[in-house]
């Protein structure tokens, strides 16, 4: 579904990319773990583009991702993307934002938009709260409100990147709940997170990143109880 082959990238003299080379089928889901600065949002943000990357490649479901043009935007909007921000519109209701993209991206009618936004806000617990603005959410709710916002495109891949760590720790586990029923409804997921309990749950794959390059690449199973590098245990003795 995503293959990066030979991804390298730099910001001025940091070599921030090194050599990512990774293939997720349909239906993986993969946590991204690493130290801070590694490259993680960096790897994130490359998957659809958003950061320019100097060589290598990157396919979508067997497509090359082009650089820029009217491709790019039609295979980006294949990919959703939830931010620890919530970046909600705020001077648009709960429904708007959700039904926005999908009229005027897909072209879905009004009608169809607001059906399908109505499924998903019940389907991430926010039905309720469907004419209010986000301000006037929580951050767990608004940050479901993200994750339904981003659905409505019909995404075949969704990135995560620290979707919990600017939430109240009493809201963790309503935003960590919907991660984990899509991955079991077999959405293609990668996912950036500190949070080792959604690791064990929902993951298939980990990737451990140091400085800009895949350390390692193991089952949840395997990278918990015996990484191979010095690296991945002296970050996993930081976080367990
Ligand atoms: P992570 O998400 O793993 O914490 P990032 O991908 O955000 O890491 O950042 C990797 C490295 O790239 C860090 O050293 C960071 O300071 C640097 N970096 C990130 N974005 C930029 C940017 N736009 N310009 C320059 N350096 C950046
Ligand atoms: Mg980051």
Do not use: W
């Amino acid at each position: 579904m995503v293959s990066l082959q030979h991804v390298d990238k730099h910001f001025g003299d940091l070599h921030v990319l090194r050599d990512i080379n990774l293939d997720i089928p349909a239906g993986q889901v993969v946590v991204l773990l690493g130290p801070s600065g590694s490259g993680k949002s960096t790897l994130c943000r490359t998957i659809n583009r958003l950061e320019p990357i100097d060589s290598g490649e990157i396919y979508l479901d067997g497509h090359l991702l082009p650089e820029e043009g009217r491709d790019l935007a039609a295979l980006r909007a294949e990919v959703g993307m939830v931010f620890q921000s919530f970046n909600l519109f705020a001077h648009k209701t709960i429904l708007e934002n959700v039904t926005l993209a999908p009229i005027k991206v897909r072209k879905k009618s009004k009608a169809q938009a607001e059906a399908k936004a109505m499924e998903l806000l019940e389907r991430v617990g926010v039905a309720a709260q469907r004419d209010k603005y986000p301000a006037q959410l929580s951050g767990g709710q608004q940050q479901r409100v993200a994750i339904a916002r981003s659905l409505a495109m019909e995404p075949r891949v969704m990135l995560f990147d620290e979707p919990t760590s600017a939430l109240d720790p009493e809201m963790v586990n309503e935003v960590l709940d919907v991660m984990v029923s899509l991955a079991h409804e077999g959405m293609t997921m990668v996912v950036v997170t500190h949070e080792m309990g959604f690791a064990r749950k929902a993951a298939d794959r980990v990737i451990f990143m140091a400085d800009g390059a895949i350390v390692e690449d193991a089952d949840p199973d395997t990278f918990f109880t015996s990484p191979d590098s010095d690296r991945a245990r002296d970050f996993l003795s930081k976080i367990l």
